[in-house]
């Protein structure tokens, strides 16, 4: 069975920075679409960023121009950079791959912004 785990989360000071990782257990996360999500308690969860199979990004407004996604295809990993955080970034961050039959969720992290 096919696994993402995230990494990375932790507590930092708004303005400040972090990055998360999504590892796979397999390659097949290298041909699938990724997106990073965000939930709060009591809150839907919403879509942070996305990279396709082919590399093409997109990025929430909220978060455009501070949040870089990316992949890494030799480590089977895709990675959410976060630069000048603030308080409204606090969440659970989750990724998913999709495409075809698949639709795998990591179990999230927490990133907690405050000072």
């Known amino acids: 069975q096919v696994q993402l785990v995230e990494s990375g989360g932790g507590l930092v000071q708004p303005g400040g920075s972090l990055r998360l990782s999504c590892a796979a257990s397999?390659?097949?996360?290298?041909?699938?679409?990724v997106g990073w999500y965000r939930q709060t308690p009591g809150k839907q969860r919403e879509l942070v960023a996305t990279?396709?199979?082919?590399?093409?990004?997109n990025y929430a407004d909220s978060v455009k121009g501070r949040f870089t996604i990316s992949r890494d295809n030799a480590k089977n990993t895709v990675y959410l950079q976060m630069n000048s955080l603030k308080p409204e970034d606090s969440a659970v961050y989750y990724c998913?791959?999709?495409?075809?039959?698949?639709?795998?969720w990591g179990q999230g992290t927490q990133v907690t912004v405050s000072s």
């Open positions: 998913n791959a999709a495409g075809g039959l698949h639709n795998i």
């Open positions: 397999g390659s097949i996360i290298n041909i699938l679409n």
């Open positions: 990279i396709t199979a082919f590399g093409s990004t």
